[in-house]
T-cell receptor, first 114, second 115 residues
């Protein structure tokens, strides 16, 4: 069974600094997709960034980028120039090709200090 | 931007009672999902739904659970005889075509408390 592990229950960062959230996963599949979702307090989960396993190039979306290490099964999220609005719960998720089921990590609560 | 909406935001129910959680997926999306998150645990997949049928379900989704699309806009999760361990946050999601590469769009969730 596929599993996703986020080893940091909580992280904090100073405004304008950079922070990296860790995620590892376990799978024997070759076709899969990885996602980072952000859930602000009392708000819905929204997609931050996604990565196709077959792509070697790391995905980027403005201040958000990933470090995808396929052999190590690692998928970390880097947030540059952190803003107060980045404070949220961040979930790493996995989806196997051909499946509709997202498998989530437990989440990392990110605090941004002014 | 279109959103998935869920009602109610909080539902309190006596153990043994039936409860229906409601969701309005994004209008042009074809696949719908329910997930749940028990306090302090991971978000877990329950079921996916396409073309008025269950497409995929987890071991959690047993006979006490059912899903329905009663009309063109709503998507519901029914729990027939609630147990204390059903207390959780329930999230509805939808996606355009169900492909693994496509992001799922989530609602705010319904907090279900069983007494």
């Amino acid at each position: 069974a596929q599993t996703v592990t986020q080893s940091q229950p909580e992280m904090s960062v100073q405004e304008a600094e950079t922070v990296t959230l860790s995620c590892t996963y376990d799978t024997s599949e070759s076709d899969y997709y990885l996602f980072w979702y952000k859930q602000p307090p009392s708000r819905q989960m929204i997609l931050v960034i996604r990565q196709e396993a077959y792509k070697q190039q790391n995905a980027t979306e403005n201040r958000f980028s990933v470090n995808f290490q396929k052999a190590a099964k690692s998928f970390s999220l880097k947030i540059s120039d952190s803003q107060l609005g980045d404070a949220a719960m961040y979930f790493c998720a996995y989806n196997r090709g051909g499946s509709e089921k997202l498998v989530f990590g437990k989440g990392t609560k990110l605090t941004v200090n002014p | 931007e279109p959103e998935v909406t869920q009602t109610p935001s909080h539902q309190v129910t006596q153990m043994g009672q039936e409860v229906i959680l409601r969701c309005v997926p994004i209008s042009n999306h074809l696949y719908f999902y329910w997930y749940r998150q028990i306090l302090g645990q991971k978000v877990e997949f329950l079921v996916s739904f396409y073309n008025n049928e269950i497409s995929e379900k987890s071991e959690i989704f047993d006979d006490q659970f059912s899903v329905e699309r009663p009309d063109g806009s709503n998507f519901t999760l029914k729990i027939r005889s609630t147990k204390l361990e059903d207390s959780a946050m329930y999230f509805c999601a939808s996606s355009e075509d169900g492909q693994a590469s496509q992001p799922q769009h989530f609602g705010d969730g319904t907090r279900l408390s069983i007494l």
